[in-house]
Structures are given as C-alpha cells and as structure tokens.
C-alpha cells in the first residue's frame, strides 16, 4: 500500500511564503520523478513543478522564479518552496510520484489559500 501525506498548506497573505512537503511511503519502487500539480475551482489541474532522481527540475511559467522544489531521495519526500506568493496561486496542491514502471500515485491533497 503506497501513500503520499502532504503538509504544509494553509493561508498566507499575498507575498508571504509557504513549504509543502510530501513523504511517500510503503511498497514504493524506483522514483523516477517527484513534484506537484494544483488544481483551482473550476479549472484543469496543472504542473507546478517536478523534479527528477537526477534532480532534472522543470516549473511551470507561472511559478518561475517564485517557487522551488527539492527531493530527499532517501526519505522519499519531495518540497515546494513557494515564495512571493499571489492570490492566483490558491489552489488545492497535489503530490505526484512517477516510478520507472511507469505507475503513479497521487496524494489527497493541501489546500493553499493566498489572500489578505
């Protein structure tokens, strides 16, 4: 049984700062790549950013220069540092795990709310 817990959502104030974090545990093999999607009322859910075994690092535009995501390999938890942050980035965060199989997991989510 694979499970993906997430921390670290919340509200913040436009500008302020955040640290999600996501720790997969149980029968889980070869990560390939770890990262983030989010997913706003009434929208697609979408890349933040993804970050490889090989520390490979891909955002979206939006996040560019804002965010930052990070991997401890051996605890299998991968970070989002999110900074500057502004109202159109509330949103429900998800973590995502792709293994060299091929399989994905996703986490049940943090809401994120930035508003003053």
């Known amino acids: 049984q694979v499970q993906l817990v997430e921390s670290g959502g919340g509200l913040v104030q436009p500008g302020g700062s955040l640290r999600l974090s996501c720790v997969a545990s149980?029968?889980?093999?070869?990560?390939?790549?770890m990262g983030w999607y989010r997913q706003a009322p009434g929208k697609q859910r979408e890349l933040v950013a993804r970050?490889?075994?090989?520390?490979?690092?891909n955002y979206a535009d939006s996040v560019k220069g804002r965010f930052t995501i990070s991997r401890d390999n051996g605890k299998n938890t991968v970070y989002l540092q999110m900074n500057s942050l502004k109202p159109e980035d509330t949103a429900v965060y998800y973590c995502?795990?792709?293994?060299?199989?091929?399989?994905?997991?996703w986490g049940q989510g943090t809401q994120v709310t930035v508003s003053s």
């Open positions: 970050i490889t075994s090989g520390g490979t690092t």
């Open positions: 995502h795990v792709h293994t060299v199989a091929g399989t994905e997991y």
């Open positions: 149980g029968s889980i093999r070869n990560i390939y790549a």
